[in-house]
């Protein structure tokens, strides 16, 4: 069975970048990392002109667990550095699929994140399932894939356009991209 995931969208405050990635990538990390439920974590930089710059992607099997675990914030066992800009989103999100193409071992390549607004109807998990996917996962480039949507336990609210999402592997961006439409 696949991980649940926390995914987090960050910036840094205004000329803090190197302060903010020191801290989020030698300490938060690690302190994300210690908590009970929490599996693995992969950092992101977000392309350039982007709400967000920065990605983390935690898998976490208890994500109870986890998000109990940052009740510890802003005490010594998870400090927060001033540097941390609080307009970032996170979510928990339950994986519905994950495919991958077969012979690919290691990924050195790029992320493509979609994220898709509560308009979705009730037949839409379906239809990502059964058209969506296979088609990004079709697309030049395209490695892996997760749908996934907001899972039932939750730190804070999610945000409206990001109820479900597309977390894609690609070795190609331009290429996938070029496709995606």
Known sequence: MM??????LSNPRD???EDFNDWYSHVHIRDVMRLPGSSAVQRLRLA????FAYLAVY???DIERVSAGHGAVFTPMMLISDSFDFTMREAYYSPHVHRQTHGVARHDGDYILERIDRSAGPDFVAWYDRERMPALMALPGVTAGTFAS????QMLEPHADSVFVG???TQDRAASLAGWG
């Open 3 to 8: 991980d649940d995931l926390l995914l987090v």
């Open 15 to 17: 000329g803090r970048h």
């Open 48 to 51: 350039p002109d982007r709400q």
């Open 59 to 61: 898998e976490c099997h």
């Open 150 to 153: 907001v899972a039932a336990h």
């Open 167 to 169: 977390l894609y592997r």
